[in-house]
T-cell receptor, first 114, second 109 residues
């Protein structure tokens, strides 16, 4: 039973390029969450998605960031025109439907903008 | 707005020296309080969920407790392999978990 799969594990982009981060949730999990973690900072919520729907994007920067969870395939977090401040670890998590369930996290994608 | 404050930020223990980590929270309508462990370069690993004041859960050397305002993670006779950052999170009215900044625990042999 595979856990939450994220790829790539490490991603290097030059300023102005696009970054695409992928996340496949655990089997049976229909809820996907993206979090960002900066050094010495806690995990910051970005977006919560279900299949084909964005449920809560209150933590997403207004510009350059977007997320999707299509009917088929993984969830994608897209960052356009990356800047140095986007360098961080991005974690995806999934959970079953309903409140009170803990998330299962992936191993993260470490984005470095040079 | 839901908030979580963890203390101390860092804790150094000798092997076998028991201690507790604190998680203070404010949330409208607590649906769950979660403890995670995170090792360097890895994603958080789920430890416990607590749902109501008075609840306690144990796993090996770890015991989590919950009151209406805070949660404690008690570590009994820790070993070096318990060294990690321990994260606390709450789930309130929305589905998202709100995390504290964590407590970095170092257990020296």
């Amino acid at each position: 039973n595979a856990g939450v799969m994220q790829n790539p594990r490490h991603l290097v982009r030059r300023r102005g390029q696009e970054a695409r981060l992928r996340c496949s949730p655990m089997k049976g999990h229909s809820h996907v969450y993206w979090y960002r973690q900066l050094p010495e900072e806690g995990l910051k919520f970005m977006v919560y998605l279900q299949k084909e729907n964005i449920i809560d994007e209150s933590g997403m920067p207004k510009e350059r960031f977007s997320a999707e969870f299509p009917k088929e395939g993984p969830s994608i977090l897209r960052i356009q025109q990356v800047v140095r401040g986007d360098s961080a670890a991005y974690f995806c998590a999934s959970s079953p439907p309903g409140p009170g369930y803990g998330y299962t996290f992936g191993s993260g994608t470490r984005l470095t903008v040079v | 707005e839901d908030q979580v404050t963890q203390s101390p930020e860092a804790l150094r223990l000798q092997e076998g020296e028991s201690s507790s980590l604190n998680c203070s929270y404010t949330v409208s309508g607590l649906r769950g309080l979660f403890w995670y462990r995170q090792d360097p370069g890895k994603g958080p690993e789920f430890l416990f969920t607590l749902y109501s004041a008075g609840e306690e859960k144990e796993k090996e050397r770890l015991k989590a407790t919950l009151t209406k305002k805070e949660s404690f993670l008690h570590i009994t006779a820790p070993k070096p392999e318990d060294s990690a950052t321990y994260l606390c999170a709450v789930q309130g009215g929305s589905e998202k978990l709100v995390f504290g900044k964590g407590t970095k625990l170092t257990v020296n042999p």
